[in-house]
């Protein structure tokens, strides 16, 4: 929000442009109740908030997610030997495909999306290998009158099958680090613009890696609106770049960012843990707008 200033007694953060915020001086492993409900706001404002300096067994992982919800067990992505909750995101320095190449916004597939996730780097390359993060509220708040009167009447459809199922077109260098397609066979329906449970602010939500078409409407209509949606999200002036070193943390919310695996380190090995977190029921930003989410089982996944 443009000029906005947040208020915190807890915590001290540095906020990272259109989207994104440095929490200072935390131990995450040491969290108090009252800082743990200042990050959660935080969060909301901010879209994702970034820690550096973190040292985070897997069970200190797992701990820390759950002071923040219910954790999500991932059904595609491998997982840590011995540690269900957390998924490993790992590129081997033979490999050239990565996972989260491309703009996103995580579970939007579901009826109940993700809240966020949790992502510890445990090794990263030399050089490369950021992710780029865009803010949802920026990008509904700086679209004309006209456009954000038009979105809040309307739905969209996501899915996982044309990413995770059986007919996913992926390198098959990925069938190890993803699998379970035979789950991936749930559509869902969304409003395209929705209020954030936590902020209270309108943000766009439909995104290039999941979103199929606007509901009742052909994919050949959908294609030009979301095509330009998705341009104006990725604009400079709405994202933020950030580098990763070992034992950073970026805690992300899905209801106010998409965010992108930058694939430029071949030749090098990065390793990542993530622990998502259930989310809540979506509701349109303007009431009588768009209508509630709800799933739509496919077949042919």
């Known amino acids: 929000m443009p000029g906005a200033t947040f208020q915190y007694e ?13 929490v200072c001086e935390v131990d995450l492993s040491k969290l108090t109740d009252a800082m743990v409900a200042e990050l959660h706001r935080a969060r909301g404002d901010h879209g994702v908030l970034f ?4 040292v985070l067994s897997e069970a200190d992982h797992i701990a820390v997610a759950e002071r923040f919800g219910t954790i999500n067990v991932n059904r595609f992505f491998t997982a840590v030997d011995g540690f269900p909750q ?25 009826e109940i999306p993700a809240m966020g ?10 050089v490369g290998g950021d992710t780029l993060f865009a803010s949802m509220y920026a990008a509904y708040d700086s679209l004309s009158e006209g456009m954000r009167s038009m979105l809040c009447s309307l739905n969209a459809v996501h899915s996982s099958r044309h990413v995770f199922g059986a007919r996913a077109e992926r390198p098959a260098e990925l069938s190890a680090r993803l699998g379970n397609q035979a789950a991936a066979t749930q559509d869902a329906v969304h409003p395209m613009v929705i209020r954030h449970p936590v902020s209270g602010r309108p ?29 104006h999200a990725s604009r400079p002036e709405h994202t933020y770049r950030f580098h990763w070193m070992p034992g950073s943390v970026a805690f992300w919310d899905n209801r106010a960012t998409w965010h992108y695996a930058v694939n430029d380190y071949h030749g090098e090995r990065r390793l990542m843990h993530r622990i998502t977190l259930e989310g809540d029921a979506l509701s349109a930003a303007v009431p009588g707008g768009g209508a509630p989410s709800r799933a739509v089982h496919a077949v042919g996944g």
């Open 10 to 22: 807890q915590i001290a953060v540095r906020a990272s442009g259109a989207v994104g915020a440095e």
């Open 51 to 54: 820690f550096r300096d973190q």
């Open 86 to 110: 957390i998924a490993e995101v790992r590129k081997e320095a033979e490999q050239t495909a990565n996972i989260g190449g491309g703009w996103h916004t995580d579970h939007s597939y579901d």
């Open 117 to 126: 996730s949790i992502l510890y780097a445990r090794e990263v390359p030399e």
């Open 203 to 231: 943000a766009l939500y439909v995104n290039p890696g999941f979103t199929l078409r606007i509901e009742g409407w052909t994919p050949a209509e959908s294609a030009p609106v979301l095509a330009f949606l998705y341009a």
